[in-house]
Structures are given as structure tokens and as C-alpha cells.
């Protein structure tokens, strides 16, 4: 082999569309997310408090980061 261009060979030169974007989630195993409860009541200044339990049930050994967000509707400003 004498062409030593790495153009379509690693991701670094791919010039196609990704089939899912950069941090989507894709994982080797299967998660089950159990007993997610929020603890607090909402105020400002307050904290909020998520617990909640992940469960691998797949069939490889590996880890889940997760994470939440919060959005506010029908907020009243006096």
C-alpha cells in the first residue's frame, strides 16, 4: 500500500451527514430509569433535588451518566 492520504478513512475527513448528532446517546447496553422523583418546592433561589435509581439491564457491563433539565410555563411575574 503506498496512498497514505487519510481522506475517508477516519472521521476527521468525513464530508457526509452523521446519522445521529455528536452526544445523542447511543450506548452498548440497555438502561431502565426507576423511581425519579423531584424533591423541593419551587421558589426562587431555592434547589432543586432529582433522585432517582438507573438499572443496566442489558447484557454488557458499562455506565449511564444521566442528566435533566427543567422548564417553566405559566409563570407569573407581580
Known sequence: MTDYSMAGRTYRY?????LYPFGYGLSYSRFQYLAVN??????AGDDQYV???VMNTGTVDTDEVWGG?????NLLFL
Not at 468525513?14 to 452523521?18: A, M, N, R, T, V
Not at 423531584?38 to 421558589?43: D, R
Open 14 to 18: 468525513f464530508k457526509g451527514e452523521p
Open 51 to 53: 433522585y432517582g435509581q
Open 69 to 73: 433539565g427543567m422548564r417553566f410555563s
Open 38 to 43: 423531584l424533591i423541593s418546592v419551587i421558589g
